[in-house]
């Protein structure tokens, strides 16, 4: 409950929101619903209001009440609706910490039982059956299946010195499926030894923070090291950016962890991936937890500007003002209409390049997006950024190519 989800710096600046209003320019839920409700400021005064009645500070001098749940539960409606892009944060004058006050926020409306019924769902799934999707965690690698020439160990082997950490969305979600395939065949020509942790993966604990259920990672990230410790590995990969940022930023520093932009860059440095000529005009989308959340923009570009043929024009906003394509922070789950409508501006961006494609380097931006031009029949391709190299390799080592 209250005060004790937050931490003292969180507090603190709370206090030092200067009412500018610089972030609900740039709030992608804001110009979706064209609501200010759904801004960082008004969130923070709100926050601010209910700080001040649960202390008893106005009950006591001023007589005024706590606030009861018929209150409280609109406000858990605002703090739910954001897709906690950082694009508040990067704007901020006064380098507030908005992402980590956000998640500090959505546990406090769970500890004071004012959120989306979502959220439970969410929990239990994670608890049953390790993934946030309720499925078979003993099918997580059966996309493999889909390659022709799969060995025999299916990529799961007793020890490698690198663990490929898949994601709940890409191991489940067939439209996205092709981003570990693609993978798996760059890693088979550019003889990388690596291994998927198959049925032992298990979520990365991301869903929960953005659920407001940091308490119940633990298990989860427990886990998970033991997993990568028996394969022996030193490094992981990882092709989400939310997995990446979780492991960075709320996993022991044990492994050498890299996104997948970052090590295919190793991969071209030491000559273990080359690439054909391959005519396309591209734009690239920054995935708000690979570019804001971990400061990685430079990664994706370089591997793009390396394909020879390929074009890159960028779009108004981008890198560290690029626009959420609305996935995040568990909003799809919570408020689909929303998300979708925060894709919109996303793909209407996208359209004014010119471009034939939109590159990206997350899943679950390919699949946001992917779902919105494909409902609206939209003339763009979507594809992540491990698609593309897989479509300019050079070298036959390539089963499912084509
Ligand atoms: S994190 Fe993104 S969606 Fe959430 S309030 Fe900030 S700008 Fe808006
Ligand atoms: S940008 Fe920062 S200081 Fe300005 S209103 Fe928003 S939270 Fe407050």
Redesign the pocket.
């Known amino acids: 409950m209250a005060q004790t989800d937050y931490t003292i710096f969180e507090i603190l600046q709370m206090d030092?929101?200067?009412?500018?209003?610089?972030?609900?320019d740039v709030c992608p839920a804001v110009s979706a619903a064209e609501d200010g409700k759904l801004?960082?400021?008004y969130r923070?005064n709100e926050l601010r209001r209910i700080m001040r009645s649960r202390t008893g500070f106005l009950q006591k001098f001023f007589g005024k009440k706590a606030l009861g749940q018929e209150l409280l539960k609109p406000f858990s409606d605002t703090v739910f609706a954001c897709t906690l892009c950082g694009g508040?944060q990067q704007?901020?004058?006064?380098g507030?910490h908005?992402k980590d006050l956000w998640l500090s926020l959505r546990q406090d409306m769970v500890h004071s039982k004012a959120y989306p019924k979502k959220v439970d769902m969410i929990g239990e799934n994670l608890a049953g059956s390790h993934n946030v999707f309720d499925e078979d965690n003993q099918e997580r690698a059966e996309w493999v299946e889909d390659l022709p020439d799969a060995p025999d160990h299916g990529f799961i082997k007793d020890q490698a010195d690198v663990v490929y950490f898949t994601g709940c969305v890409s191991s489940y979600f067939p439209m996205v499926q092709k981003i570990p395939l693609a993978l798996v065949e760059i890693f088979e020509s550019a003889r990388v030894d690596f291994t998927l942790l198959g049925e032992e993966e298990w979520c990365c604990g991301f869903p929960l923070l953005g659920a407001g259920l940091r308490d119940q990672t633990k298990d989860l990230i427990g886990h998970n090291l033991e997993a990568v410790r028996a394969k022996g590995a030193r490094k992981i990969i990882f092709s989400c950016p939310s997995c990446y940022q979780m492991w960075s930023e709320n996993y022991p520093e044990e492994f050498e962890i890299y996104h997948i932009t970052q090590f295919l860059n190793q991969l071209m440095a030491s000559g273990q991936i080359m690439f054909n000529e391959l005519p396309l005009t591209v734009t690239y989308h920054d995935p708000c937890d690979l570019g804001r959340g971990s400061g990685e923009y430079n990664a994706p570009r370089q591997i793009i500007r390396s394909i020879p043929g390929v074009e890159l024009v960028e779009m108004a906003h981008n890198r560290e003002n690029c626009l959420c394509c609305g996935g995040g922070g568990n909003l799809e789950m919570i408020d689909a209409g929303l998300s979708s409508d925060i894709a919109k501006a996303k793909i209407d961006e996208a359209l004014q390049t010119g471009a034939q494609t939109i590159v990206t380097a997350c899943q679950q931006c390919v699949r946001t997006m992917t779902t919105y031009a494909r409902r609206y029949k939209v003339a763009i391709e979507v594809m992540d950024i491990t698609q593309l190299v897989q479509k300019a390799l050079t070298g036959k080592n390539r089963p499912g190519s084509g």
């Not at 030092?16 to 609900?24: F, H, I, K, T």
């Not at 704007?91 to 006064?94: A, H, K, N």
Request: net charge neutral; with cysteine; proline share 5%.
């Open positions: 030092a929101c200067a009412g500018c209003s610089l972030c609900v801004s960082a400021v923070i508040c704007v901020c004058p006064s507030i908005i």
